[in-house]
């Protein structure tokens, strides 16, 4: 029967590695009435509401070196910048005018004592400027437990941080394997952001070199396992100027990559249903309409760029990256649409916590 497969693991919730695999591998038809059903079981559960979360991409100064990322500390052909403080609490200034209801600051990595010192700062004259209404998320990466709980005194309460892979063996294929590019110290950093009270996000690149349908049903199971309260994950895009590159001829082509990141969206959503997934604007650098694809089959919430325009095309985690060109007033007038367009609305000043945060602190 036709569409049998699909149906049955849906339907009976069977969620082993064999069967994320089948749903994560489907294409064509199959595809489309999998995404399709996703979609319609997700809007009557969670309802059409999206939220926004204005991404301010403060710095490119990083002290890493994966083997994938366009700001990779190696990559001399990077244009390095840093927007002072009072810009970025401008930019928080408009995303709260503007009823975006959180704030996501995101930068390369960085755990000098200056800078650490600083993002305290700058959260607490954030919290100020904006009555304690603004949510603000961080996506700094790796830091001690106490610069975890100084942020998170400090009025942070949300945290992203992609693991990339959760197999430790395509993670050093990734990543240098030394001190500074530990998988386990990594895997660290989410249990320590939880145990402190963030509400917790991880992720992965979807369409690596070397990694498998399996791999991927692994680190969806990985999130479950983990407990996570939010995930951002999107297709993996080759940088010319960085080691990874080498591979781009073993890749899946762009629109399969495009494809699978919407495969893990929905799966993801069956599977966790209760957690926060970001539309990733990497979706966008492949499918002009990628991001409202997501919100349709299971995403909801998505990031205006809102970092001040003259530093965005630095900003080059990949290439292809959309809105490098456009204001915050652009990207906010273009999202609402988009939403719109999609199905959606916005659920302008309001936080829109994952409702899976609240379920796991209860639980203790
Ligand atoms: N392609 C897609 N995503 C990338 N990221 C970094 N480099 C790339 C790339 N070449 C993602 C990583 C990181 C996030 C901020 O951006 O997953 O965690
Ligand atoms: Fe930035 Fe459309 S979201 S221009």
């Not at 100084?150 to 941080?161: D, P, S």
Request: net charge negative; proline share 3%.
């Amino acid at each position: 029967m036709k569409h049998h497969e699909t149906d049955s693991i849906i339907d009976n919730q069977i969620f082993t590695r064999d069967k994320l695999s089948y749903l994560l591998g489907l294409s064509n038809e199959e595809r489309d009435y999998f995404l399709r059903a996703v979609g319609k079981r997700y809007t009557a559960l969670l309802g059409t509401k999206v939220f926004f979360r204005g991404l301010v991409e403060f710095s490119n100064f990083c002290t890493k070196d994966c083997y994938y990322c366009g700001i990779r500390k190696s990559n001399t052909h990077t244009d390095r910048y840093d927007i002072d403080d009072k810009a970025i609490v401008e930019a928080a200034v408009f995303a709260h005018e503007n009823k975006y209801g959180s704030l996501v600051l995101q930068a390369g990595e960085r755990s000098d004592k200056a800078f650490t010192e600083r993002i305290s700062k700058l959260l607490q004259t954030i919290k100020q400027a904006t009555n304690g209404e603004l949510g603000i998320t961080l996506s700094l990466g790796e830091q001690s437990a106490e610069t975890y709980q100084e942020w998170f005194n400090a009025g942070a309460h949300r945290y992203l941080l992609r693991i990339e892979s959760s197999k430790p063996e395509l993670y050093y294929k990734i990543h240098p394997r030394d001190e500074k590019h530990d998988f386990d110290r990594r895997l660290n950093c989410l249990h320590t952001l939880q145990d402190t009270g963030y509400q917790t996000g991880t992720g992965v690149m979807i369409g690596l070199p070397f990694q498998t349908y399996e791999d991927l049903a692994d680190d969806l199971l990985f999130f479950k396992d983990m407990n996570i309260d939010m995930v951002g994950m999107g297709p993996y895009i080759e940088h010319s100027d960085t080691p990874l590159y080498q591979y781009r001829h073993q890749l899946w082509p762009l629109q399969r990559r495009f494809e699978v990141a919407l495969n893990m969206i929905a799966t993801l959503r069956l599977l966790m249903p209760d957690i926060n997934i970001a539309a990733a604007t990497a979706l966008q650098a492949i499918d002009p309409m990628g991001r409202e694809k997501a919100l349709r089959y299971g995403a909801n919430v998505i990031m205006p760029n809102i970092t001040p325009t003259l530093h965005r095309k630095d900003y080059s985690l990949y290439q292809n990256k959309p809105c490098t060109d456009e204001g915050a007033e652009d990207c906010a007038n273009c999202l609402s649409m988009r939403v719109e367009m999609a199905g959606r609305q916005v659920g302008f000043d309001e936080w829109g916590d994952s409702q899976h945060y609240f379920k796991r602190i209860k639980k203790g």
